[in-house]
Nanobody, 125 residues
Framework: QVHLVESGGGSVQAGGSLRLSCTAFGYMFSRICMGWFRQAPGKEREGVAAMSSSGATSYADSVKGRFTISQDNNKNTLSLQMSSLKPEDTAMYYC???????????????????WGQGTQVTVSS
């Protein structure tokens, strides 16, 4: 059984920074793809960033240069460092884990089998 727990969300003013963490329980970081998604009210869940067990990273165009995804295999933790935050970054952020090899692209929720409960990020102008 895989269990993902996010932390680190909160409220911040535009231009500020937050760091999200996701700890995986019952899962070994090998041959998997881990990702961060977000969902704002009334909008579809969208991929923010992803990282494979080999270290390859992918980012949505909207966050490139501002967000950094990283992984600590020893602690089974995935992180998302968010800087230069904008009000449009406001959303519930979710951690997800899925298979390394899939017919779905990294930004498709269908690629991922396990999801955390989400952590809220609110950016005020």
């Amino acid at each position: 059984q895989v269990h993902l727990v996010e932390s680190g969300g909160g409220s911040v003013q535009a231009g500020g920074s937050l760091r999200l963490s996701c700890t995986a329980f019952g899962y070994m970081f090998s041959r998997i793809c881990m990702g961060w998604f977000r969902q704002a009210p009334g909008k579809e869940r969208e991929g923010v960033a992803a990282m494979s067990s080999s270290g390859a990273t992918s980012y949505a165009d909207s966050v490139k240069g501002r967000f950094t995804i990283s992984q600590d295999n020893n602690k089974n933790t995935l992180s998302l460092q968010m800087s230069s935050l904008k009000p449009e970054d406001t959303a519930m952020y979710y951690c997800a884990a899925g298979r390394l090899y899939s017919g779905y692209p990294w930004y498709s929720p269908s690629r991922y089998d396990y999801w955390g409960q989400g952590t809220q990020v609110t950016v005020s102008s």
